[in-house]
T-cell receptor, first 115, second 111 residues
């Protein structure tokens, strides 16, 4: 099973709301990723968790807060977002195996709209 | 700094034709190259991953090649179908498991 699931599929929130995005994989992968994708652009890396520890934070504003409760779950907590944060948020996972075989598998994404 | 380029940005071909999508990268020191497909508003589907030691990978009607010395990869799609219409992205993993992305090629297959 090469499936990464994400909930919710769509989310509309106001600038004062707090919400969370969730991601789950059951492939035994030890690396999980959050990406942000704007229309007609490639994904932009936000965070990487490796063995449940935050290993990469691509200078993301603090209104985005990642959390990795266990090796299968990844959350992205949202607070005080801006309209320009509206985008497709993608979760991915990979095995963190030998270099050269680290295939990333993506979830279907959460379409976020900030009003 | 690694840069990945995909040309053309868009391509429209009649159904049944064979076609080639191109991906080039500036630094040949890569671990692997991955091709993805993305339908509008959807997530990315991994199509093929080519390790740096490999020259090509095949899956069904898809064949991806890698020439590290020239910094090029191609994705060959045989006997194209309307269902192949999507945006195709290539991404290079050159260090620390971070992918460097091309801007994508939007492919339209006309029935």
């Amino acid at each position: 099973d090469t499936e990464v699931t994400q909930t919710p599929k769509h989310l509309v929130m106001g600038m004062t709301n707090k919400k969370s995005l969730k991601c789950e994989q059951h492939m035994g992968h030890r690396a999980m990723y959050w990406y942000k994708q704007k229309a007609k652009k490639p994904p932009e890396l936000m965070f990487v968790y490796s063995y449940e520890k935050l290993s990469i934070n691509e200078s993301v504003p603090s209104r985005f807060s990642p959390e990795c409760p266990n090796s299968s779950l990844l959350n992205l907590h949202l607070h005080a977002l801006q309209p320009e944060d509206s985008a497709l948020y993608l979760c991915a996972s990979s095995s963190r195996g030998l270099a050269g075989v680290d295939e990333q598998f993506f979830g279907p994404g959460t379409r976020l709209t900030v009003l | 700094k690694q840069e990945v380029t995909q040309i053309p940005a868009a391509l429209s071909v009649p159904e049944g034709e064979n076609l080639v999508l191109n991906c080039s990268f500036t630094d040949s020191a890569i671990y692997n190259l991955q091709w993805f497909r993305q339908d509008p508003g959807k997530g990315l589907t991994s199509l093929l991953l080519i390790q740096s030691s490999q020259r090509e990978q095949t899956s069904g009607r898809l064949n991806a090649s890698l020439d590290k010395s020239s910094g090029r990869s191609t994705l060959y799609i045989a006997a194209s179908q309307p269902g192949d219409s999507a945006t195709y992205l290539c991404a290079v993993d050159d260090s620390n498991y971070q992918l460097i992305w091309g801007a994508g090629t939007k492919l339209i297959i006309k029935p």
